[in-house]
């Protein structure tokens, strides 16, 4: 059984800016999650438990897009972004803030559903 996906704020209208190539390979990401398995190219996000990043690579840029697994029976996806940053590999403290407050929203929401 695949476990539902809930988009928390602009993550799917982001993720559909992408080029095709890119939207495919994260959507196959997020389809691995839904299935309880990992796809080779997502790693946890550095910093937060439960949160994982999928990396896709396409024309010399960095896209990911970062969901969270670990609220009930849901995969909360929070952001998709185009790593803009020039500086080594590190995700711009912007793209973080995001996340974090994404992060608070999904939890809010699975707590809603458990109740």
């Known amino acids: 059984m695949l476990k539902p996906i809930i988009w928390i704020g602009s993550s799917l209208k982001d993720l559909k800016e992408f080029p095709n190539e890119v939207q495919r390979e994260i959507g196959y990401g997020l389809y691995q999650a839904q299935m309880n ?8 996000l550095k910093g937060f438990n439960g949160v994982m990043e999928i990396v896709s690579e396409y024309d010399k ?3 990911r897009g970062i ?5 009930g029976e849901n995969i909360y996806v929070l952001h998709a972004f185009k790593k803009k940053s ?3 590999i ?3 403290k912007e793209e973080i803030e995001v996340i974090r407050q994404r992060l608070k ?3 809010e929401l ?3 559903e458990l109740k």
Not at 37 to 44: A, G, V
């Open 37 to 44: 398995k990992k796809y080779h190219k997502t790693k946890p």
């Open 61 to 63: 840029d960095t896209y």
């Open 110 to 112: 699975a707590e809603g």
């Open 67 to 71: 969901y969270a697994y670990k609220f």
């Open 86 to 88: 020039k500086k080594g």
């Open 90 to 92: 590190k995700t711009p």
């Open 105 to 107: 929203r999904a939890k």
